[in-house]
């Protein structure tokens, strides 16, 4: 069963918008939650986790993520988006009871308008 | 600097001919993993390693092979390729299991 669901296959806003993708999973306990964001033609790098603590966790490139447990949510957020950010996102999830394992979503491909 | 590299990065071959994708990290990480990527699929987990000699199986090692003699290397093992084998794999390691990850730039293969 899939762990990780990113329900935006494509996602398109204008420079300067806000932006907000989702993330799902499944798994009773807390998780441990990541984001990761590929480039065209690049590795992946990551951007925000989350383990524990403070619900709202600050990335690299101006996002953030917030972790809600009542929803097993943990949404990516920027702001304002620029031009750079057009990339395919990643939610992952790794469970405590399987630590070595790491479930990757389907990804959220964001295009960005001048 | 810091890094994953991965051998070769491009690599055409034919169903049944053994190859082998070679991973190598410099920050003395305990834990790899192998990962394959194919549209629509997001990352799939492979195989697994926390430490030299200690492997495990991810969600898709069917046809796959690795070994972890030594801390810094960590090689992926296609014994007979076929062609639902072709895709784009990722080498990662990290300090611990839950950790950062960080990613070599990939190996494209097309098994014809």
């Known amino acids: 069963a899939q762990s990780v669901t990113q329900p935006d296959i494509h996602i398109t806003v204008s420079e300067g918008a806000s932006l907000e993708l989702r993330c799902n999973y499944s798994?009773?306990?807390?998780?441990?939650l990541f984001w990761y964001v590929q480039s065209p033609g690049q590795g992946l790098q990551l951007l925000l986790k989350?383990?524990?603590?403070?619900?709202l966790v600050q990335g690299i490139k101006g996002f953030e993520a917030e972790f809600k447990r009542s929803q097993s949510s943990f949404n990516l957020r920027k702001p304002s988006v620029h031009w750079s950010d057009a990339a395919e996102y990643f939610c992952?999830?790794?469970?405590?009871?399987?630590?070595?394992?790491?479930?990757f979503g389907r990804g959220t491909q964001l295009t960005v308008w001048p | 600097e810091a890094q994953v590299t991965q051998n070769p990065r491009y690599l055409i071959t034919v169903t049944g001919k053994k190859l082998t994708v070679t991973c190598s990290q410099n920050?003395?990480?305990?834990?790899m993993s192998w990962y394959r990527q194919d549209p629509g699929l997001g990352l799939r987990q492979i195989y697994y390693?926390?430490?030299?000699?200690?492997?495990d199986k991810g969600d898709v090692p069917e046809g796959y092979k690795v070994s972890r003699k030594e801390k810094r290397n960590f090689p992926l093992i296609l014994e007979s390729p076929s062609p639902n084998q072709t895709s784009l794999y990722f080498c990662?390691?990290?300090?611990?299991?839950?950790?950062?990850?960080?990613f070599g730039p990939g190996t494209r293969l097309l098994v014809l």
């Open positions: 992952a999830v790794a469970r405590g009871s399987t630590l070595g394992r790491l479930y």
């Open positions: 989350y383990f524990s603590g403070d619900t």
């Open positions: 390693s926390m430490n030299v000699e200690v492997t």
């Open positions: 990662a390691s990290s300090s611990a299991l839950v950790e950062t990850q960080y």
């Open positions: 920050m003395n990480h305990e834990y």
């Open positions: 798994y009773g306990a807390t998780p441990y």
